[in-house]
Each structure stands twice: as structure tokens, then as C-alpha cells.
């Protein structure tokens, strides 16, 4: 299980003065660095640019296998199919907003229609496969 890591922008903290100006002891925030200073700010961003990449190059590695092979042919005939049907379904929306009513399928004229197209291409196919 891989730690989460808090990979946000450089936070910006003042030093608290000392109010015990009596020690002389030196305190963890003096060996820190100046955070306002510049070059700080840019070598964080650096440091932290590397590690988002590294992070993004790991999850790449791990989920490789989970991502389909976009070449197989299986993954082709879906992606074909979810496409056409989406184009469908836009077209009939886009038919529907514009008031255009899609033909009654049970008019007589519309059936012979439909038949004729069939016959021919029918026919187109059986040709096809003679030559």
C-alpha cells in the first residue's frame, strides 16, 4: 500500500521571535530554512515537480495492465459500436430539439421505401459476390 504524500505548494511560515532573549541555547528553527527566501522557494518547487513525476510515472507503471490494448481488434469493434451509438443518439436528440419528427416507420410509403433500398442492396451483395 503505497503513503500519500502531501505534494501541495510551498507554505509560507514566520519565524516566531524569541521572547527568552536570556539562553543563548540555539533552537530547531534556527537550523531551518528561510522559506521567503527565494532560492528556497524555487529549489521546493523543484524538488516538488520530481517527486509529482515520479508519482505520475509510478501510477502510469501500476495501471498499465490494467489499460486495454487499444490496437486489439475486440477493443475496435466496442470502441465502433459505443461511437455509432453515440452518434445516434446525438442525431435523434439533435432531430428531436429542432422539431423534425423521425418518418412513421408504418406508412405505406416508407415500407416500400424500405424495401426497395433492401432489394437493391440485396442485390448489390449478390453481384459483389459473383464477380
Known sequence: HAEEFDTGTVKRCRKKSAKKSHTKRSSPDDDLPDLDDSDVT????KIQAAYK?????QMI?????IMP?????QVQDATLKIQSAF???KTRKQLKEEGEDLPDL???????????IQSAYRGFRTRQMVE
Open 42 to 45: 524555487e529549489a521546493t518547487i
Open 61 to 65: 507503471k501500476t495501471h498499465k495492465e
Open 69 to 73: 490494448d487499444l490496437n486489439c481488434a
Open 87 to 89: 452518434r445516434g443518439f
Open 106 to 116: 408504418e406508412a405505406a410509403d416508407v415500407v416500400a421505401a424500405t424495401i426497395a
Open 53 to 57: 513525476g515520479f508519482k505520475a510515472r
